[in-house]
């Protein structure tokens, strides 16, 4: 019973993975780009290296924590669009703990 049970959350998480939209950013603005992840919740956006030519670069940008895994805290970021170099989004990224703790400290 736990087999089948451990089998059917691998599959419902598959599938969810799966599920992620994948978007070029560079051919939408910066506004479509951030209401696209605001509407989805979660996006890949894929676009061409400008540093390297050829290096497709790509990463998973969310509308809030809530997309992010445990351990991860959602942190602004800075993708091109079709009418700026630098359209803001956020992504996930993994908590360092020392700088956590050196952040949190300074808050608080």
């Known amino acids: 019973m736990k087999t089948i049970l451990l089998a059917a959350c691998l599959t419902l998480f598959a599938a969810e993975a799966g599920a992620v939209s994948r978007y070029d950013p560079t051919g939408m603005s910066c ?46 970021a800075y993708v091109p669009s079709a009418d700026t170099k630098s359209c803001p989004v956020y992504n996930c990224k993994r908590v360092d ?7 949190f400290l300074r808050r608080h």
């Open 31 to 76: 506004g479509k780009v951030q209401a696209t992840i605001a509407r989805q919740g979660a996006v890949i956006l894929r676009y061409q290296s400008t540093r390297v030519p050829g290096l497709p670069l790509y990463d998973r940008y969310v509308q809030s924590q809530q997309f992010c895994s445990m351990g991860e805290v959602r942190t602004r």
């Open 97 to 103: 703990n020392d700088h956590f703790r050196r952040r």
